[in-house]
C-alpha cells in the first residue's frame, strides 16, 4: 500500500512539474508582486527608510542598500506566500473542472493528489526564491551567511512553504470558484506589513506592535534576516518560527484531507 501511494504521488506529481512547465507565466505573475513591492520600498522608500533604520545620516545609495538588506527577508516571506496563493489556484482548477473526479476513478492513493500538489508547490517555491535571489543580487543585495546559516535558510523557508501550501490546499478546497480561491490567500501577502518585515516592531504603536510580535511572520522574518546577516538568531526566535511552522502545517494538513474527503463523498454521493 505505501509502494503504491508513493508511485501514485510520484506520477501526479510529475503531472504537477509539467504544468509548471507549461505554464511558466503563472510562476512569474506569482513572484511579481514581491518584486513589485521590492522595487518600491528600496527605490521609492528607501533612501529615508535606510537611514531611519541605521540611526545616522547617509548617502541616498547606502541607506538604500541598508534597507534592502533589511527587507530582503520579508520579500523572500512574500515569495512563498504568493507562490502558495497559486497553490490554491491549482488545487481549486482541479476540484471545479472534474480533474479530481477523473482521477478518483482511477486505482490510485487518496493522499497522492494533495501531497503531488504540495511537493509541485515546493519546487515552485524554490524556483521562486532563486528568481527573487537572483534580481536582489543585481540590485546589490549582499550576505554575509555561512554554509551553516544557509543550511538553516533553507530548512526555516521549506517548512514555512510547506505550512502555507497546506493551507492553501485547504483554502483552495473550501472554495467553490476559482476566483475564490485565489482571492483568499491574499492576506498571506499583506501579513508581511504587519511583521517586523519592513521596520522594526518597537517603531509601531502599541496595538500594531502587539499583533506584529505575536503573528508568525515576525519570527520568521527575524529568523532570516539572523542567518541572512551571518549571525544566528536567537534560540527562542528559530524554535518559535519552527513552532509555528509545524503548527501551520499540522491544522492544515488536517483540514485539508477533511475538506478532500468531505468533497469526495459529496461529489460520489
Not at 31 to 44: C, K, Q, S, W
Not at 81 to 99: L, V
Amino acid at each position: 500500500m505505501a509502494n503504491t501511494a508513493v508511485r501514485d504521488t510520484a506520477i501526479l506529481f510529475r503531472r504537477r512539474l509539467l504544468h509548471l512547465a507549461a505554464y511558466p507565466s503563472m510562476t512569474l505573475m506569482l513572484i511579481g508582486m514581491p518584486l513589485i513591492f521590492m522595487f518600491l520600498f528600496v527605490y521609492v522608500f528607501g533612501g529615508t527608510m535606510g537611514a531611519g533604520i541605521a540611526g545616522m545620516h547617509l548617502s541616498a545609495a547606502t541607506s538604500r542598500s541598508q534597507y534592502l538588506r533589511y527587507i530582503f527577508p520579508a520579500i523572500i516571506v512574500m515569495t512563498v506566500a504568493a507562490t502558495a496563493q497559486g497553490t490554491a489556484i491549482g488545487i481549486s482548477m482541479d476540484m471545479t473542472r472534474g480533474i479530481v473526479d477523473r482521477l478518483r476513478t482511477l486505482p490510485i492513493a487518496r493522499s497522492a493528489v494533495l501531497t503531488a500538489h504540495a511537493l509541485g508547490a515546493l519546487v515552485q517555491t524554490v524556483i521562486s526564491t532563486v528568481v527573487v535571489l537572483a534580481i536582489a543580487l543585481v540590485l546589490g543585495y549582499r550576505t554575509s551567511a555561512g554554509l551553516g546559516s544557509w543550511v538553516l535558510i533553507v530548512l526555516v523557508t521549506l517548512a514555512f512553504s510547506l505550512a502555507l501550501t497546506w493551507l492553501t490546499i485547504g483554502l483552495g478546497l473550501a472554495a467553490r470558484t476559482v476566483e475564490t480561491a485565489s482571492n483568499t490567500p491574499m492576506f498571506l501577502t499583506l501579513l508581511p506589513f504587519l511583521s517586523s518585515g519592513f521596520v522594526p516592531t518597537d517603531s509601531m504603536g502599541p496595538f500594531l506592535r502587539f499583533v506584529a510580535q505575536n503573528q508568525p511572520f515576525t519570527p520568521i522574518v527575524d529568523s532570516l534576516r539572523g542567518l541572512l546577516d551571518g549571525h544566528t538568531p536567537s534560540t527562542s526566535t528559530l524554535v518559535a518560527a519552527f513552532a509555528w511552522c509545524a503548527g501551520i502545517c499540522l491544522l492544515s494538513f488536517l483540514w485539508s484531507t477533511r475538506l478532500y474527503a468531505r468533497r469526495s463523498a459529496t461529489v460520489a454521493a
